[in-house]
């Protein structure tokens, strides 16, 4: 029997959206509000979903303590309370959109989780807007 499990975490955290190959004025232009020096935060939502087999003897397809053990060391209290760009190292050389939280998000689980599992995140940055990821 195939199956999905989702985990949903929720972090709080600053981040500025500005590219530095681009002028100031292009990056304002181009991020607007989000491009603030002084920065700007968000409560994010996090869903994460795996998908696979259920294991007939146990009846799981995964522990879900496992699962928020995993999301949480590696992603909620690495973002949680953290301006994004200057505490948290995979976003010093990554502009912090939703798509790269994401990305960082989705490769940070995807290496502590069962490969014979399926991940899919989900990433909330406001109640209207989100980004799906399922790897590459």
Known sequence: MIASATRVERFNAAH?????????????????????????????????KVTGEVDPESGYLLDLKVLKDIVRDEVTMRFDHKNLNLDVDDFKELIPTAENIAYVAWHRIRKKLDKKLDLYLTLYETDRNFIEYAGN
């Open 16 to 48: 500025r959206l500005h590219n530095p190959n681009w002028t100031d004025e292009r990056n304002e232009e181009f991020y607007g509000l989000c491009n603030n020096k002084n920065y700007h935060g968000h409560n994010y939502k996090l869903l994460v």
